[in-house]
């Protein structure tokens, strides 16, 4: 049964001026085949930068660069989440961004196991029943103290980015995998 938290919306919004971009990875790449990656996404933010400022002000060179910054940020920890807890038989994450006039919604999806997704529906409910603020702070301080650097990437985007997140879970008949997908909406 498909499993939905947070703020996921099942179709994202329509409007006169959205785009929509999906690139697909595989995350068994040689690292020199990951440096096109990164010029590729480097590409697909100064397009979304274009489309949200260009008609706008023209000394928009600060919105311009922080709207880039927390695309950047937020696309790699979705990426090294995937390919941190993705399942190695079928590498592929797909990133899509979709943009209307006041929001940017970059979604990653892969597939994981059924033990992984379970962890990671925990730390979501987790996440979901704390105070955002406090429980960023315990893990700054946990990452500073024991090196520990799991749990910042999520808390992160809430926090300093002011993303909403959702996450949906497909369970893949008899094959104990799941389909998941993650959505952040950031605000412009």
Same mark, same amino acid.
Request: a negative charge; aromatic letters at 10%.
């Given at each position: 049964?498909?499993l939905?938290?947070?703020?996921?919306?099942?179709?994202?919004?329509?409007?006169?001026?959205?785009?929509?971009?999906?690139?697909?990875?595989? &995350?068994?790449?040689s690292?020199?085949?990951?440096? $096109?990656?990164?010029?590729?996404?480097?590409?697909i933010?100064?397009?979304i930068?274009?489309?949200?400022?260009?008609?706008?002000?023209?000394?928009?060179?600060?919105?311009?660069?922080?709207?880039?910054?927390?695309?950047?940020y937020?696309?790699?920890?979705?990426?090294?989440?995937?390919?941190?807890?993705?399942?190695r038989?079928?590498?592929?994450?797909?990133?899509k961004?979709?943009?209307?006039?006041d929001?940017?919604?970059?979604?990653?999806?892969?597939?994981?196991?059924?033990?992984r997704?379970?962890?990671?529906?925990?730390?979501?409910?987790?996440?979901?029943?704390?105070d955002i603020?406090?429980? &960023?702070?315990?893990?700054?301080?946990? &990452?500073?103290?024991?090196?520990? *650097?799991?749990?910042?990437?999520?808390?992160?985007?809430?926090? $300093?980015?002011?993303?909403?997140?959702?996450? *949906?879970?497909?369970?893949?008949?008899?094959?104990? *995998?799941?389909l998941?997908?993650?959505?952040?909406?950031?605000?412009?």
């Open positions: 049964m498909t939905i938290l947070g703020n996921f919306l099942e179709s994202l919004p329509q409007n006169k001026r959205a785009i929509s971009i999906s690139l697909f990875f595989n &995350y068994d790449l690292s020199e085949e990951r440096l $096109d990656d990164d010029s590729l996404l480097d590409l933010t100064n397009c930068t274009k489309f949200l400022y260009y008609n706008k002000n023209k000394d928009n060179s600060r919105e311009i660069c922080s709207t880039k910054e927390s695309i950047d937020i696309t790699n920890e979705l990426l090294e989440n995937s390919i941190k807890y993705g399942d038989q079928l590498p592929t994450i797909v990133i961004f979709h943009v209307t006039e929001k940017i919604f970059i979604l990653s999806t892969n597939l994981t196991s059924k033990s997704a379970d962890s990671f529906k925990a730390h979501i409910h987790r996440m979901l029943n704390s603020s406090e429980m &960023y702070l315990r893990q700054i301080e946990d &990452y500073v103290s024991l090196d520990n *650097k799991s749990g910042l990437g999520f808390l992160s985007m809430i926090n $300093d980015y002011n993303a909403q997140i959702g996450w *949906k879970f497909e369970p893949c008949e008899n094959t104990g *995998k799941v998941s997908t993650v959505m952040i909406q950031l605000p412009v």
